[in-house]
């Protein structure tokens, strides 16, 4: 019959033994100092910390042991386990600072670095001057109206009362397309764009349009072949030269600023009578000791372009009720007007399409 095993020396359950213990307990030590990172660290734990590593069966032994034996092997198992497990949170916290410092060094975005992306592109200062004319006179009311630029020539020159021999045609050197005797030509200004709305609305009617138009020019600082217009046109019963004033002052001053007003000369155009020349206050010497101003060349005023009361001919022409209606019309160079606008000296910067200049006006939408 055999009795309770008193006997039972633990060194002989080889996991217990106490050089056993403590190989698993440096062995566990040295592999976690070795964890080069928290992955390799975590791999460390599961083999010298986790269920099935040594020191956790030796744990395990230890309640089949005889009570004399288990406090001392449970010390030993149990000071290796701590010193373990110690030593694992230790690297831990180790590791997962340097794992910390290095991805900050590694996510650093170094804010001075010059950008590699594409530069927003910005919109032609004539695109967005022309918008901006155009909101001018949308905010009074107006409506914008747009013809082609190959016109009839109808529309370009007879309509607007200046017919085949009116001496004013040769004020305006034309392109003609092929064969010319069709009467087709490149627009040489926004005037038929006049013809062309009062052909096809009834008054009252108060448009601006703007848009290109072609002359035979030469190409220099302050002509093209192409440049920009914009034309106003009103129609409506009891409209006087004082109404034209009046818009063009508070165009001016939309324009170029308060205190920038304009003042007519008498003039001569086919389409309107009377007929004059607009001109702006200088906005540089503000016709205050104009003398020495460069800009206006001491007139203190500065040409902005031609303006007159609708001739009656022109309104017959396209259908308009001459007796019950009256108007005013005015047209202005566009290039011209952002030219004072802003400075520029030269027209063909305007159309030379160097990003240079154009992105100088900024990305304004
Ligand atoms: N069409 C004229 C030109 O290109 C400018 C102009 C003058 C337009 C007087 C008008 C106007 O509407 O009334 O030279």
């Known amino acids: 019959m055999s009795g309770p095993n008193t006997d039972y020396d633990p060194v002989e359950v080889?996991?217990?033994?106490?050089?056993?213990?403590?190989?698993?307990?440096?062995?566990?030590?040295?592999?976690?100092?070795?964890?080069?990172?928290?992955?390799?660290?975590?791999?460390?734990?599961i083999d010298h910390a986790g269920d099935r590593s040594p020191l956790a069966?030796?744990?395990?032994?230890?309640?089949?042991?005889?009570?004399?034996?288990?406090?001392?092997?449970?010390?030993?198992?149990?000071?290796?386990?701590?010193?373990?497990?110690?030593?694992?949170?230790?690297?831990?916290?180790?590791?997962?600072?340097?794992?910390?410092?290095r991805m900050l060094a590694e996510e650093t975005v170094d804010v001075t670095m010059?950008?590699?992306?594409?530069?927003?592109?910005?919109?032609?200062p004539l695109t967005t001057g022309a918008e901006l004319i155009a909101d001018i006179f949308v905010a009074m009311g107006w409506e914008i109206a747009e013809g082609p630029v190959i016109e009839a020539e109808w529309l370009n020159f007879d309509a607007l009362n200046l017919g085949p021999d009116h001496p004013a045609r040769?004020?305006?050197?034309?392109?003609?397309?092929?064969?010319?005797?069709?009467?087709?030509?490149?627009?040489?200004?926004?005037?038929?764009?006049q013809a062309r709305t009062m052909l096809s609305r009834t008054p009252p009617i108060y448009v601006v349009c703007p848009g290109r138009v072609f002359r035979t020019d030469p190409f220099d600082a302050t002509h093209s072949p192409m440049f920009h217009q914009v034309e106003g046109l009103a129609i409506d019963e009891g409209l006087t030269l004082a109404h034209l004033?009046?818009?063009?002052?508070?165009?001016?001053?939309?324009?170029?600023g308060e205190g920038i007003v304009t003042r007519f000369r008498p003039s001569y155009f086919p389409f309107t009578e009377p007929s004059a020349e607009v001109d702006l206050v200088?906005?540089?010497?503000?016709?205050?000791?104009?003398?020495?101003?460069?800009?206006?060349r001491g007139e203190g005023w500065i040409e902005w372009g031609g303006?007159?009361?609708?001739?009656?001919?022109?309104?017959?022409?396209c259908g308009v009720d001459s007796e019950r209606y009256s108007g005013f019309a005015f047209g202005m160079g566009i290039d011209r007007t952002l030219m004072f606008r802003h400075g520029i000296e030269d027209l063909r910067d305007l159309f030379e399409g160097d990003l240079r200049f154009t992105t100088a006006f900024g990305s304004d939408l």
């Open 170 to 193: 040769t004020m305006q050197d034309t392109f003609w397309t092929d064969p010319p005797e069709n009467g087709v030509v490149l627009r040489t200004h926004t005037s038929p764009v």
């Open 307 to 317: 303006c007159g009361v609708v001739n009656p001919r022109v309104l017959r022409a």
């Open 57 to 101: 069966l030796a744990n395990r032994e230890i309640g089949a042991l005889p009570p004399a034996a288990r406090k001392d092997a449970g010390r030993r198992v149990g000071q290796a386990r701590g010193a373990v497990n110690q030593a694992l949170a230790a690297r831990t916290a180790v590791l997962e600072a340097e794992h910390e410092e």
């Open 282 to 296: 200088c906005f540089v010497c503000r016709g205050v000791d104009s003398e020495t101003c460069r800009t206006c």
């Open 14 to 45: 080889s996991t217990l033994n106490p050089d056993e213990v403590e190989a698993a307990r440096d062995a566990a030590l040295a592999a976690i100092d070795a964890a080069a990172d928290l992955a390799a660290l975590k791999q460390v734990r």
């Open 114 to 124: 010059p950008t590699d992306r594409l530069p927003v592109g910005a919109r032609h």
């Open 245 to 256: 004033k009046g818009t063009l002052d508070h165009f001016a001053t939309a324009m170029f």
